[in-house]
């Protein structure tokens, strides 16, 4: 893995925290609107981690496979990836 796993490390346990509260929440028969902003803000957090994923990769795996004339397959990978986002 290319990007910052300090950073990545961080974010994911956040996002682990935010759901270890999230569950709390359930048990404790929440209000559904507090329960879903928290749902959506871990959200945003697991989309920010793979974001920085994707662009460090882009940077370093995509752009290493591209001066190598080797780009096709890591090019492939990340349309196939992109189709996912797209559903």
């Known amino acids: 893995m290319q990007a910052d796993r300090a950073q990545i490390t961080r974010l994911l346990k956040t996002a682990r925290g935010q759901i270890d509260g999230i569950l709390k929440?359930?048990?404790?028969?929440?209000?559904?609107?507090?329960?879903?902003n928290q749902l959506m803000a871990t959200e945003a957090i697991i989309r920010k981690t793979n974001k920085e994923i994707l662009r460090a990769?882009?940077?370093?795996?995509?752009?290493?496979?591209?001066?190598?004339?080797?780009?096709d397959e890591k090019v492939d990978e990340l349309v196939e990836l992109i189709d996912k986002f797209a559903k």
């Open 25 to 36: 929440m359930v048990e404790e028969d929440r209000y559904c609107m507090d329960i879903s």
């Open 57 to 71: 990769h882009m940077k370093g795996c995509i752009a290493e496979a591209l001066a190598e004339n080797k780009g």
